[in-house]
């Protein structure tokens, strides 16, 4: 039922006439561990869309999630990003760091694999992948991230889902408004 009003409301969305539509909106959190798996369409040049993605010091304007995000290179050259995070949920926000090495392909795909021995996450692994298609752009996230911290089962779960899924479609929308 979730999925179905998920993509209603995206199939609805426009911004400057623009639009996207979520394919697949998998959010789980199961053992400790949070993983996620999103595919979507928007209507958009995957170029613009890539310069998007890759301008990493730029992510907070782009991300509510996203407070403070730098782009590094470390001994042996390794592309490191590090980023301050400020999740809020019911108007609780709380401050998290992450660094991650980044690693790009020619095909687009960007992969993150975080750095061991963090304060807040134990793990984690991001993928973007962007292609073209006939509608514009594909999207596909996936991520499989340990948080440190605990997060309640039950309720845990309901509210890892909606706060991801207001992030990505809040980001979604700022891509599409900076690509229009």
């Known amino acids: 039922m979730i999925r179905w009003i998920i993509s209603l409301l995206a199939l609805s969305s426009t911004a400057n006439g623009n639009t996207y539509e979520i394919h697949r909106s998998d959010v789980d959190y199961y053992q400790g561990q949070i993983m996620i798996d999103y595919r979507l369409t928007l209507s958009?040049?995957?170029?613009?869309?890539?310069?998007?993605?890759?301008?990493?010091?730029?992510?907070?304007?782009?991300?509510?999630?996203?407070?403070?995000?730098?782009?590094?290179?470390?001994?042996?050259?390794?592309?490191?990003?590090?980023?301050?995070?400020?999740?809020?949920?019911?108007?609780?926000?709380?401050?998290?760091?992450?660094?991650?090495?980044?690693?790009?392909?020619?095909?687009?795909?960007?992969?993150?694999?975080?750095?061991?021995?963090?304060?807040?996450?134990?793990?984690?692994?991001?993928?973007?992948?962007?292609?073209?298609?006939?509608?514009?752009?594909?999207?596909h996230y996936q991520a499989n991230v340990t948080p440190a911290f605990s997060i309640p089962p039950f309720i845990g779960k309901f509210l890892i889902r909606k706060f991801i899924d207001d992030e990505i479609k809040f980001v979604v929308k700022k891509i599409l408004s900076n690509t229009a």
């Open 44 to 139: 958009a040049s995957p170029q613009k869309v890539k310069h998007l993605i890759q301008d990493y010091n730029n992510f907070p304007k782009i991300s509510r999630l996203i407070r403070k995000s730098k782009l590094h290179h470390e001994k042996n050259n390794k592309l490191m990003l590090s980023q301050e995070l400020a999740p809020c949920l019911f108007g609780m926000c709380y401050s998290l760091n992450k660094e991650q090495q980044l690693f790009e392909n020619d095909r687009g795909s960007i992969s993150a694999v975080f750095t061991p021995n963090q304060r807040f996450f134990e793990s984690g692994y991001e993928e973007w992948d962007v292609s073209s298609s006939n509608d514009g752009t594909i999207i």
